[in-house]
């Protein structure tokens, strides 16, 4: 018996038919989509974090600007009521003195605590500014990844347009 006889007829030789192989898809654009996702999402996340920052040091500098205010203001009223007890013969000269001083001490308390709110002040903007630019940084991602998107979807299109042309 014949290797490979088989029932019926012999079969017979068949026609290679030219068929175009599909091409292996280009992947190159998609796995760039991807890498620019990746770093966009870690923009998004610098530019969060950055975000949170400005607004801790914000909500200090506003706390340091009220306690700033208010002993300002306490000195400012003590030493009135000094003055104005001393002028209405309540106070002796040496309580006077004694108000003075307290009062001399306080307003130096207040010009530190107002440069520390100026040197807040001054960190505050720096991280405004940080903030601002991590802003301008996603922004300037997300439209590259819109058009490398719409990009790849036109490929993609045009693709199809030419697979069913043929």
Not at 60 to 71: E, I, P, T, V
Not at 90 to 104: I, M, P, Q
Not at 114 to 124: D, H, I, N, S
Request: charged share 35%.
């Amino acid at each position: 018996m014949r290797i490979g006889a088989g029932f019926g007829a012999r079969a017979g030789k068949r026609e290679v038919i030219d068929v175009a192989e599909m091409k292996k898809p280009d992947r190159r654009l998609d796995q760039l989509l991807h890498v620019r996702k990746q770093r966009l999402s870690r923009l998004e996340r610098e530019r969060n974090e950055a975000r949170q920052a400005w607004r801790e040091i914000r909500q200090q500098l506003s706390g340091k600007k009220q306690d700033w205010r208010q002993l300002q203001s306490r000195a400012q009223s003590e030493w009135m009521s000094a003055r104005a007890a001393f002028f209405s013969m309540g106070l002796t000269n040496a309580d006077f003195k004694r108000a003075k001083s307290v009062y001399e001490r306080m307003k130096l308390e207040a010009g530190e605590m107002r440069l520390a709110c100026l040197a807040l002040a001054r960190t505050c903007r720096q991280a405004g500014t940080a903030f601002f630019a991590a802003r301008d940084r996603v922004q300037g991602a997300n439209k590259q990844q819109e058009k490398l998107t719409v990009l790849r979807d036109e490929m993609k299109a045009l693709a199809l347009a030419q697979n069913a042309e043929a």
